[in-house]
């Protein structure tokens, strides 16, 4: 019966002392745990998955404990990408299709990965490769699944993920599956309707023309849920870095966001 009394003696004796700011307890965040991988080995390239699948039937199973690592490049935080990864090493890049918004929170750029293949498949849109997952809506990897798909490595260093420098000339020339998917970085180049129209047309996506100096051109593809689709394209020429993906043949370049923008001259 007396412990109530005390407890209430007790509060009362620290109520002005924590108007005084005494009596409080100093909380500190428990250090964190850098990831570290330290499962099997990788055994695959990006470029040896992509030219065992390239050409096989959409959704094919992986059935091999294939083991890739890599660097993310490019996910959902703007909005221009949709429910979608990048993932590089040095021999090329990947899409990978995971049914879950907000991956950007989890899956940032530079973040070193290391995939485990088997029960993911090759699954074919616009007619080039990505891994995703047989069975499911849009052929995306379950959120439940994607865990045990992918382990960390490492803090995430943006600096990572550098950007390849080609021309329009170069991807037109370039053997196709080698560029689908890589971060690239052109210069000099421009929108055709610089200063005149915004990234998108309405609420839809939109495709804008940009040009070198030599009047050889490109689409840069722009969902109307980025959050810089309503955004004024710049004038004149400047540098632009994006995602090289490639649409039934047709080359595109996808802004990650306003960002990959650079060097234009300022309005």
């Given at each position: 019966?007396?412990?109530?009394?005390?407890?209430?003696?007790?509060?009362?004796t620290c109520?002005?002392?924590?108007?005084?700011?005494?009596?409080?307890?100093?909380?500190?965040?428990?250090?964190?745990?850098?990831p570290?991988y330290?499962?099997?080995?990788?055994?695959?390239?990006?470029?040896?998955?992509?030219?065992?699948?390239?050409?096989?039937s959409n959704?094919?199973?992986?059935?091999?404990?294939?083991?890739?690592?890599?660097?993310?490049?490019?996910?959902?935080?703007?909005?221009?990408?949709?429910?979608?990864?990048?993932?590089?090493?040095?021999?090329?890049?990947?899409?990978?299709?995971?049914?879950?918004?907000?991956?950007?929170?989890?899956?940032?750029?530079?973040q070193?990965?290391?995939?485990?293949?088997r029960?993911?498949?090759?699954?074919?849109?616009?007619?080039?490769?990505?891994?995703?997952?047989?069975?499911?809506?849009?052929?995306?990897?379950?959120?439940?699944?994607?865990?045990?798909?992918?382990?960390?490595?490492?803090?995430?260093d943006?600096?990572?993920?550098?950007?390849?420098?080609?021309?329009?000339?170069?991807?037109?020339?370039?053997?196709?599956?080698?560029?689908?998917?890589?971060?690239?970085?052109?210069?000099?180049?421009?929108?055709?309707?610089?200063?005149?129209?915004?990234?998108?047309?309405?609420?839809?996506?939109?495709?804008?023309?940009?040009?070198?100096?030599?009047?050889?051109?490109?689409?840069?593809?722009?969902?109307?849920?980025?959050?810089?689709?309503?955004?004024?394209?710049?004038?004149?020429?400047?540098?632009?870095?994006?995602?090289?993906?490639?649409?039934?043949?047709?080359?595109?370049?996808?802004?990650r966001?306003?960002?990959?923008?650079?060097?234009?001259?300022?309005?």
């Amino acid at each position: 019966m007396k412990r109530p009394v005390i407890r209430l003696l007790a509060l009362l004796t620290c109520a002005p002392m924590l108007m005084a700011g005494g009596c409080e307890k100093e909380w500190e965040m428990p250090p964190m745990r850098e990831p570290r991988y330290d499962g099997p080995a990788p055994n695959r390239t990006i470029a040896e998955v992509r030219a065992q699948y390239d050409t096989l039937s959409n959704r094919s199973l992986i059935a091999e404990d294939y083991i890739v690592r890599g660097i993310v490049t490019a996910n959902d935080a703007s909005g221009n990408l949709f429910k979608q990864l990048y993932v590089a090493d040095d021999t090329g890049a990947i899409a990978i299709g995971i049914d879950q918004s907000g991956l950007a929170a989890s899956n940032r750029v530079g973040q070193r990965v290391v995939l485990r293949l088997r029960g993911m498949a090759a699954v074919q849109w616009g007619g080039e490769m990505q891994l995703g997952w047989r069975g499911t809506y849009a052929n995306r990897i379950p959120w439940s699944m994607w865990g045990e798909c992918v382990s960390f490595d490492g803090w995430p260093d943006p600096t990572a993920a550098l950007p390849r420098e080609v021309t329009l000339p170069e991807i037109a020339l370039s053997e196709g599956a080698a560029m689908v998917g890589v971060l690239v970085e052109l210069r000099d180049v421009r929108f055709v309707m610089g200063g005149v129209a915004d990234f998108t047309e309405g609420a839809t996506a939109t495709s804008r023309v940009i040009a070198d100096r030599g009047g050889r051109t490109m689409e840069v593809r722009t969902s109307d849920y980025a959050d810089f689709a309503t955004e004024r394209l710049p004038s004149g020429y400047g540098t632009l870095v994006g995602i090289l993906t490639r649409y039934n043949d047709l080359w595109q370049l996808t802004l990650r966001d306003l960002g990959d923008v650079r060097d234009f001259p300022q309005p």
